[in-house]
């Protein structure tokens, strides 16, 4: 069973980057795609992001998009969410997942992290 383990959530001001890491316990098949979820208390997971297997494609949520991009290093098999200009909205629990659907449904995704926070004040 696959483990994700996310970093490099913290507290920035609004305007401000940070660059989030999902490190897998083993690797990823090519079945697989990959992507960044958040959530905030009382609300539904929302997805951000999603790649493909080699990162020959992306896609976001419209709330993130032109300022969040996803990657991956596929020699180390890790996983990135750089996030620019963010906005104190931004503020949430991010959890990166792996499953066999590309979508950014939570129910496409089988193995969830444990999640990394962002706060981010105006």
């Known amino acids: 069973q696959v483990q994700l383990m996310e970093s490099g959530g913290g507290s920035v001001q609004a305007g401000g980057s940070l660059r989030l890491s999902c490190v897998p316990s083993?690797?990823?098949?090519?079945?697989?795609?990959m992507a960044w979820f958040r959530q905030i208390p009382g609300k539904e997971r929302e997805g951000i992001a999603v790649i493909t297997t080699g990162g020959t494609k992306t896609y976001y949520a419209d709330s993130v998009k032109g300022r969040f991009t996803i990657s991956q290093d596929n020699v180390n098999n890790t996983l990135y969410l750089q996030m620019n200009n963010l906005k104190p909205e931004d503020t949430a629990m991010y959890y990166c997942?792996?499953?066999?659907?590309?979508?950014?449904?939570?129910?496409?995704?089988?193995?969830w992290g444990q999640g990394t926070q962002v706060t981010v004040s105006s």
């Open positions: 997942a792996t499953g066999r659907t590309l979508s950014l449904l939570p129910s496409g995704y089988n193995y």
């Open positions: 083993q690797y990823i098949s090519r079945n697989y795609y």
